[in-house]
């Protein structure tokens, strides 16, 4: 009892001094929508950009921003992140008010998982770093500048992710806070209504006092690793109730699932007993599974951001309606872009299982394996029941735990299913008893080991990809490496069955038994260790009942383990005083039960120090300190891309953000992520960053745009600072290994390990054994030594008491696929374990214990994500007009496509980017490149060619002749051609010669102008199965403009005749225009002038008028200086006519001389003008239509010549029966003469 109460006592000194380190507020986050900011929280369902944002943008005219760039896109995410502080002693509004006045700014940094399907988007690993903007919350306010407060952030949101991991960080200033993440899953399964947002899947279910108890049994919660934004959680007893969350059970809502709960029992089904409960529930990425009884379910979500194929479901749709299904089992991890699913059949369907394929929200479940093959029964000819099913995603192999069926015993055995071969082959026939321990921890099963009286019960199993480790597990817990040779974990109790077994998938192993005990293991160590109950977990249990936590009670629930980023949670039903019960998720204290364990079971004596009676605990640990140094970058191996990002100034002297300057927040996060995103474009820009092309036109006024800034005349109120938009590509480590490594072909991941003992004035009197570097070893354990090696240098630091060890990773370039950047890598892992850690060694930090001496990185071999092949465009140009010693460009240029012409030849070059640590390098490799699709004039005609169509145009081996597009410009050596006959080029040789023979498409090309024919063509340029430099299969697709091509010898020859032949037409009508031109001129008129005279005539004798003409001679001699006065006694009948003036003229000058006018020639002329010119206003005043057509006046030198020749410029408008106040007058259009005023007939 005494000694009990010594350890107690040291486990509250130790959490006491752990709790002092602990802060009293947190970071609390919540989303606002877009236009409710300051309001409650929101459900992050609405996937569709805020258009209104570029109107706002509209009125920035004097800053960086370019509103005349064709790459600007200033849209909004729906969605703010409100980012606030949450304390347990202290008021949370003060406490912000001082933090900001002190400095304190939270910087939110959002990273995004990709997605499930590589095929629309290349895999890559993204974060965002933003700092939050001070916003002053309305309220009422007595005299304090600022009563409530908040910082704000976009959300961002990206193409293909669903997925976004949220961490707040302080800047260091002010309050300390730390760290704390947060979800922000995209919830498909929401439907907007006239009440408010409603769950698509059922009924929500407002209280859980009914459906959950003390007594309600726990019950695993399974999901896509990683990669399914919401989860789900059944086995509610009697209801069809699940669990949902986006935020892994943060927050939740129960919900009655819409399904019809059916009895469909029969003799090829049995069924023992009727439940409405959802048995088992699995969550994707998109999509829901449930099983009721028999009877499997599923709901695809609506996930526009995905693109999927298929719309959101409305109901719950039900599969398999033919097959008895006993169980579904969970497939962890996607491959080559879908999820699968595994229903295990029974009753009738015993022995048969069925995989069930999930892409782009489309389910679809295959008929059974065994339709027109054997059974795995049948192949192991017993009566047999599938227990468990797994799917080993990499070997393509479903391994299935089998039970034979016997009257008095069963039989277990391990079988696998290949799916390519579709065979099935026996790997292992479990032993009938559990084998006697060895005391070792451990009992390798060779066949040859004593066993016990207890028959061995398997359960289900377990696999970890990245240590391919296989675990079978029920009332023993098995582990093989390669599914056929086997061990037992032998500290495990047979007494309670394991009821689920979960993986941390980074060396932890955790499994619940039936009755609710948690047990704990190390990945690839023998020692199993009971969490709960436990002495340690109860005495840990009692220090949290002494702080007063409200995530502990002693009537409280155990419902669900689960691990994620954080490590090990637990869901938990605590009940009040009052009856009422809440469920909540808490990190359950696994390092803290570990470390009570290890001052629980370890002995203490009593020593002497300085005259001292001292107790001192036996050190377990071989070292005590453990550091880790010289890590390379992390962004290269990591593959992390990172922006980051500030908030625009404002004007207002308080520094506060308001509602337009979040939105052009909001615009600026939006853009950015739309210029990563649109990078991927083939032709790489003279700078290797994204955000090379936001500001290029606008750099060079940045210091204007900071001068008006500074004088607060920035329009809109903001200021947009160009440098505060960055990608950085040099984030430095933080002496702690990465989540995960990439390795591509023969790369090398090097650190060190620095561990040291204790000092001598430390240790107290510790034995040798106890403290001394010889029992200090680092080991290296490789998931897949054939394809990854490590090389350890051990270094004695005696002086320091310390061993330095340099440890190498290296991929040996054996891993034989190659494939897109980020897709199908191998997974594999590197374990660094120091001898003896075990669950020994640990570290004392501000967040608590934390074990050391173990760690677990998985290694993801093959082409790692963020790496592509562009073309060099530049370096293209300047070599091929070297080359040529000319550049003819097309006559419409377009920057964004140059021209290459047909003549030259083409020397393409290329670039390899890594868009992660911004490195940019000629691809110095192999490639074959194929012409594979092509239209002449515009990229708009572009055909895709034909599989036999690109061999015929691009090698000699096709089916027609003469049909080559190009050729290899250099001839002089034998070409390097792969198996289908495509030449090989690379990085230095790689000039090709357009030649478009008789049969190519881009041969005889018609001509639209007057210049040469263009074309268009489509370049696919690839790397596969012809470089062996790297794991990337380098797949690029570019257009290249080619102009000049040559006409065909038959076309040009016909166009050559044709052009001779309209030239000497030309000539030819020339001179005949120019020797028969006036005389055809002259007749042409006077055959209008008799047609004319005609049809006058035949007018007149139509309408009966007689076809007399007046008299010619003037009444008085008065008038006789112009003969037209006499006109003065002519009627409108004639004067209404020029045919008919003229005839009468004509019939003047015919008639005796005694009748004639004394000045006939100028009685001609100046009549005629004159009786034009009163004809033209006649019709102009709308009297003849078909004058119109004819014209509306004289030429005014013309008119103006006849008149001074002809001695008419005493004129008399009246003698012609005019106005005195008509007069001649230009029209402005065509300097016409014509008459103002009306014309009085007498």
């Given amino acids: 009892m005494q000694n009990m109460q010594h350890r107690f006592a040291l486990l509250v000194l130790l959490h006491m001094q752990v709790c002092q380190l602990l802060k009293d507020c947190e970071w609390k986050v919540v989303l606002n929508d877009f236009d409710n900011l300051g309001g409650d929280q929101a459900v992050f369902f609405r996937q569709h950009p805020v258009t209104s944002v570029a109107s706002v943008f509209q009125n920035l005219t004097d800053s960086a921003i370019d509103l005349n760039d064709k790459n600007s896109h200033y849209l909004g995410f729906p969605y703010y992140l409100k980012i606030n502080l949450t304390c347990l002693t202290q008021d949370a509004v003060k406490v912000i008010r001082k933090a900001h006045l002190t400095g304190l700014r939270p910087i939110v940094t959002v990273r995004f998982e990709a997605s499930v399907n590589p095929e629309h988007q290349k895999p890559e690993q993204l974060q965002i770093e933003m700092k939050g903007a001070p916003y002053r919350l309305q309220g009422p306010c007595a005299s304090e500048e600022v009563c409530q407060m908040c910082w704000y952030t976009p959300m961002p949101m990206m193409k293909r992710s669903v997925m976004m991991e949220v961490l707040v960080e302080s800047n260091g200033l002010g309050l300390e806070v730390d760290s704390k993440r947060f979800l922000m899953n995209i919830n498909g399964y929401m439907k907007k209504t006239e009440t408010g947002l409603q769950s698509s899947l059922g009924d929500k279910v407002t209280t859980l006092v009914e459906v959950m108890s003390l007594y309600s049994p726990t019950r695993p919660i399974w999901s896509t690793f990683n990669q399914a934004p919401v989860l789900i959680l059944g086995g509610f007893h009697a209801y069809k109730i699940i669990l949902v969350s986006d935020s ?39 999509v829901l599974f449930i099983r009721q009884n028999q009877l499997v379910y599923y709901f695809t979500g609506n996930y526009s951001v995905l693109s999927p194929r298929v719309p959101g479901s409305s109901l719950w749709t039900r599969v398999l309606n033919d097959i008895c299904v006993s169980q579904l089992n969970p497939v962890h991890f996607p491959h080559n872009g879908s999820e699968y699913v595994i229903a295990v059949g029974g009753g009738m369907h015993e022995g048969e299982f069925f995989l069930g394929t999930i892409r782009d929200g489309v389910v679809q479940f295959p008929e059974s394996h065994a339709r027109g093959r054997k059974t795995v029964c049948e192949y192991l000819k017993i009566s047999c029941t599938i227990l468990w099913a797994i799917y080993i995603t990499e070997e393509e192999k479903i391994v299935l735990l089998v039970e034979e069926t016997k009257k008095n015993e069963s039989s277990y055995y391990i079988v696998a299913y290949d799916q390519v071969n579709a065979a099935f082959r026996m790997l292992y026939h479990l032993p009938r008893f559990i084998p006697k321990d060895t005391e070792k921890g451990f009992v390798m099963l060779l066949g040859l080991e004593e066993y016990t009286d207890s028959l061995l019960i398997p359960r289900g199993l377990s696999y970890n990809p990245f240590s391919t480790i296989f675990y079978i597990w029920g009332n023993v817990v098995l582990q093989s490496y390669d599914l056929v040779n086997y061990i037992l974990l032998s500290g495990f109790p047979q007494e309670s069955p394991i009821s689920y077994f979960i993986l941390s998938y980074v060396g932890e192993v955790v499994f619940v038994t039936d009755s609710e005990e948690i047990w704990f293991s ?15 977990w109860d005495m840990y249990l009692s220090l949290q009942l002494m702080r007063e936590s409200k995530d502990f009670s002693l009537n409280e629930s155990f419902v669900s383990l689960f691990f994620n980023k954080e490590g090990l949670q637990q869901l938990v039903y605590i009940m009040d005083g009052q009856g009422e019960g809440k469920l909540i998720k808490r990190n359950f204290p696994l390092h803290y039960i570990l470390s009570y364990q290890l001052l629980i079971v370890n002995q203490y004596r009593s020593v002497y120090f300085h005259n001292a009676q001292n107790i001192r605990f036996i050190h377990p640990c071989s070292f005590s300190v453990m550091h880790l140094v010289d890590l390379p970058a992390p962004q290269r191996f990591t593959r992390m891309e990172h922006y980051c990002t500030e908030p625009p100034d404002v004007m207002d002297s308080t520094g506060f953000h308001n509602n337009m300057s979040l939105v052009v927040y909001q615009g600026l996060i939006f853009q950015l992520l739309w210029l990563h995103a649109d990078y991927s474009r083939p032709y790489a820009d003279p700078v290797h960053d994204p955000t090379w092309r936001w500001w290029k036109n606008r750099k060079k006024y940045a210091e204007y745009f900071f001068y008006v800034a500074s004088n607060g005349n920035s329009s809109g109120g903001v200021y947009v600072n160009m440098e505060s938009y960055l990608k950085i590509y040099d984030l430095q480590p933080n002496n702690e290994l990465p989540s995960k490594i990439y390795l591509d072909k023969n790369n090398v991941y090097s650190f060190s390990v620095f561990l040291s003992i204790k000092l001598t004035r430390e240790s107290r009197r510790e034995m040798l054994e106890e403290n001394s570097l010889d029992f200090v070893w680092l080991t290296i354990v490789l998931a897949h030594p054939k394809f990854v090696v490590s090389n350890l240098h051990r270094h004695y630091l005696i002086g320091r008491g310390s061993i330095l060890y340099t440890v190498t990773i290296s991929d040996t370039g054996q891993y034989a696929k190659q494939e897109l950047s980020g897709t199908n890598l191998l997974k594999s892992s590197m374990a660094l374990k120091v001898i003896n850690a075990g669950t020994n060694c640990y570290q004392y930090t501000v967040s608590g214990p934390k074990l050391q001496g173990y760690a677990m990185v998985p290694i993801l071999i093959g082409c790692p994500p963020g790496k592509r092949l562009a073309f060099d465009i530049t370096r293209t140009l300047r070599y091929t007009t070297k080359q040529n010693k000319r550049y003819f460009d097309c006559t419409h240029k377009n920057p964004e496509l140059p021209c290459f012409s047909f003549s030259d030849v083409f020397y393409p070059f290329f670039l390899i980017q890594d868009m992660v640590t911004g490195d940019s390098g000629p691809f110095m490799g192999s490639y074959v490149l194929r012409i594979i699709g092509g239209g002449p004039y515009s990229e708009s005609r572009i055909h895709i060619y034909s599989p036999s169509e690109i061999l015929d145009y691009n090698t000699k081996n096709g089916s027609t002749p003469q049909s080559l597009i190009w050729m290899r410009a250099n001839r002089t050596k034998p070409p390097l051609t792969n198996s289908e006959g495509f030449d090989i080029f690379s990085g230095t040789d790689g000039g090709i010669k357009w030649v478009c023979e008789q049969n190519s498409p881009c041969y005889d090309v018609v001509p639209l102008e007057l210049t040469a024919p263009d074309y268009f063509f489509l370049v696919e340029v690839s790397n596969r199965a012809v470089d062996n430099s790297t794991y990337c299969d380098y797949d690029l697709e570019f257009v290249i403009h080619i102009h000049g091509l040559r ?47 005609a049809i006058a005539v035949w007018t007149a004798t139509a309408r009966g008028t007689p076809n007399t003409c007046p008299p010619c001679r003037p009444t008085s001699a008065a008038t006789a200086t112009c003969p037209g006065a006499a006109w003065k006694n002519w009627p409108p009948s004639v004067l209404s006519s020029p045919s008919r003036v003229h005839a009468c003229i004509q019939t003047c000058l015919s008639s005796p001389q005694s009748q004639q006018p004394e000045r006939p020639y100028t009685f001609l002329l100046c009549s005629l003008r004159l009786a034009r010119t009163i004809v033209t206003k006649l019709a102009l005043l709308g009297g003849f239509s078909w004058l119109k057509q004819r014209g509306s006046g004289l030429s005014t030198a013309a008119l103006e010549q006849t008149i001074v020749s002809q001695n008419c410029k005493d004129l008399n408008p009246r003698g012609i029966g005019l106005n ?8 402005e259009n065509g300097g016409w003469y014509s008459i103002i005023g009306l014309p009085q007939f007498n």
């Avoid at 190390?522 to 340690?536: D, F, K, N, T």
């Avoid at 037409?1065 to 005279?1093: C, D, K, N």
């Avoid at 005195?1220 to 029209?1227: D, M, N």
């Fill in 248 to 286: 892994e059970f943060a927050d939740f809502t129960a919900v009655e699932v819409a399904i019809d709960s059916c009895w469909i029992g029969s003799l090829n089904c049995p069924l023992y007993m009727f439940s409405s409960s959802i048995y088992d529930a699995i969550a994707m990425e998109s």
């Fill in 522 to 536: 190390v990945e690839g160590s023998s020692v199993v260790s009971r969490l709960h109950p436990s002495e340690a």
């Fill in 1047 to 1093: 006409l065909s010898p038959s076309r040009a020859i016909t166009f050559m005749k044709i052009s001779m032949a309209i030239l000497t037409s030309i000539v030819v009508l020339y001179i005949l225009h120019q020797v028969l031109g006036p005389m055809i001129w002259a007749g042409f008129t006077r055959l209008i002038q008799r047609v004319e005279e």
């Fill in 1220 to 1227: 005195a106040s008509a007069r001649l007058r230009p029209v």
